[in-house]
């Protein structure tokens, strides 16, 4: 088996970023733009004659009150993520990942 070279590996990665930017825009923006409308309150939910078509956002209101609070935990700490390592052969390469992010 002959070793992989650098051109090898970034052709690797650039179809890996490739494919995960296909799935993106294929399968998820269109949930995405759903998500966001109805976050917004925007539905396409129909409504019955003589009844409300009033939209509450509570569900919005209350993440958008809590996001300040979970971004200020999650960005106070030096390392927000730490990789564990299985073995003692992978103690290295996580800290090695933990110091990266």
Known sequence: MEPITEVDIQEIVRDAIQD?????????????????????GETDIGHEEGRSKVVATKVRDVVRGVK????????????PVEY????????????????YV
């Not at 993106?24 to 976050?39: P, V």
């Not at 609070?69 to 390392?79: D, F, G």
């Not at 299985?86 to 933990?98: F, G, M, R, V």
């Open 68 to 79: 300040p609070s979970i971004m200020r935990v999650l960005m106070s700490t030096s390392k």
């Open 84 to 99: 564990m390592p299985k073995s003692q052969e992978d103690i290295p390469l996580a800290e090695q990942i933990t110091s």
């Open 20 to 40: 995960a930017v296909d799935f993106l825009e294929q399968d998820i923006s269109i949930e995405r733009l759903k998500a966001a409308r109805y976050m917004a």
